[in-house]
């Protein structure tokens, strides 16, 4: 469809955040989970996906972003540990959680949710958990090894994520992976800015 695209916002890891993430996706490798990784600059926290938009709503969708950036402060999230979705028993996504300021991030992402089904957008209808998702199973994965692997990581740390800017990105699926093309970005307030 011309004239279409696909997107969502995001927000972007640092370059340390990725490098764990690397790391921690070779050391699932060496525990022998077989997945399809993300490639490490494609890791994010995704906000909000909206799945194939007009290209003529950016602009509406960047007015959107930069009302609720003016509207937060910038936090850290602590990166930690790894789960799976939808559970141990049926893994289908692979995932490194984020924890410290829920009390930031789920207002932040429910703002933006709320101001985004003013444009047409619906709202999400689960509840948000914030999570970095580093790898995806074909089929199931196998529960064993998966919960294995779980265990080995579920005290693990692996840096600190600034939340200090939300970004449109355009995603365009290809056979070696997506790429990611940022459309607008929205830096949040300053603590001292208020």
């Known amino acids: 469809m011309p004239g279409m695209l696909r997107a969502f916002v995001a927000v972007e890891m640092p370059g340390p955040v990725r490098k764990a993430l ?5 050391g699932l490798k060496q525990l022998k989970i077989h997945a399809r990784w993300v490639r490490p600059e494609n890791i994010h926290l995704t906000l909000k996906f909206l799945g194939n938009i007009p290209a003529g709503h950016v602009p509406s969708i960047g007015d959107v972003l930069r009302v609720v950036a003016q509207a937060h402060v910038r936090f850290s999230l602590s990166v930690a540990g790894v789960g799976v979705f939808p559970d141990i028993r049926r893994p289908k996504v ?12 789920t207002p932040l992402q429910q703002d933006l949710d709320g101001r985004l089904a003013a444009l047409g957008f619906p709202r999400e ?67 001292c800015n208020t």
């Open 125 to 191: 209808e689960k509840p948000f958990r914030g999570h970095l998702t580093i790898g995806r199973f074909r089929a199931e994965g196998f529960p064993g090894p998966v919960a294995a692997a779980v265990k080995h990581y579920a005290a693990a740390t692996f840096g600190t994520a600034a939340v200090e800017e939300m970004v449109l990105l355009q995603s365009d699926l290809r056979p070696e992976g997506p790429l990611y093309t940022p459309l607008v970005r929205e830096k949040l307030k300053d603590s």
């Open 94 to 105: 692979i995932w490194v959680g984020l924890t410290g300021r829920p009390d930031s991030l």
């Open 22 to 26: 690397e790391e921690i996706q070779s």
